[in-house]
């Protein structure tokens, strides 16, 4: 049974930091590339940056030079560096196992509250 645990998550300053992690079991964490995901209410969830196996890397235009997304393999972890936060960063973020249909398995999310 696949489970991705996300942690990292609170309340943040705007202008702070946050680092989020999601640990992963009951798959070949290696084999898969991941993302990270958000929500907002009302809003639809969005890709907020992805990894691939390989370690290659892409953002969301938002999330560019704010953002790091990086994966220790041998932790079945999948990070994200979130660096000067704005009140509109506050969502739900998900940690998600991608493959070539799209997201294979989500994790519960983790609320990220930024306040101004």
């Known amino acids: 049974q696949v489970q991705l645990v996300e942690s990292g998550g609170g309340l943040v300053q705007a202008g702070g930091s946050l680092r989020l992690s999601c640990e992963a079991s009951g798959l070949s964490f290696g084999s898969y590339p991941m993302g990270w995901y958000r929500q907002a209410p009302g809003k639809q969830r969005e890709l907020v940056a992805g990894i691939t196996s390989g370690g290659s890397t892409n953002y969301a235009d938002s999330a560019k030079g704010r953002f790091t997304i990086s994966r220790d393999n041998a932790k079945n972890t999948v990070y994200l560096q979130m660096n000067s936060l704005k009140s509109e960063d506050t969502c739900v973020y998900y940690c998600?196992?991608?493959?070539?249909?799209?997201?294979?398995?989500w994790g519960q999310g983790t609320q990220v509250t930024v306040s101004s």
């Open positions: 998600a196992v991608r493959w070539q249909f799209g997201v294979k398995y």
